[in-house]
């Protein structure tokens, strides 16, 4: 099991996102990708997020297509 699958302790974070940072709400060590839906551990892992939005993104190929679903473009 990879440590993707395997979060570990503490459970899912709640997240505020901000420009440039984010804030921890709630503890966790993970927040989930709002495309994919993996998980995305804290704080090591984050590094795509949409403050309008406020979702987290595993990678850069996942925060576009959340652009795209946002702007109705394909």
Not at 45 to 61: N, P
Not at 67 to 73: F, H, I, M, S, V
């Amino acid at each position: 099991m990879n440590r993707i699958d395997f979060p570990g302790r503490g459970g899912e974070a709640v997240v505020e996102y901000l420009d440039g940072d984010y804030r921890v709400v709630k503890s966790g060590s993970f927040v989930r990708c709002a495309i994919t839906g993996q998980s995305i551990l804290l704080p090591h892992d984050l590094k795509y997020w949409s403050v309008a939005r406020q979702e987290a993104y595993v990678d850069a190929a996942a925060s576009l297509e959340a652009e795209r679903r946002a702007t109705g473009r394909r």
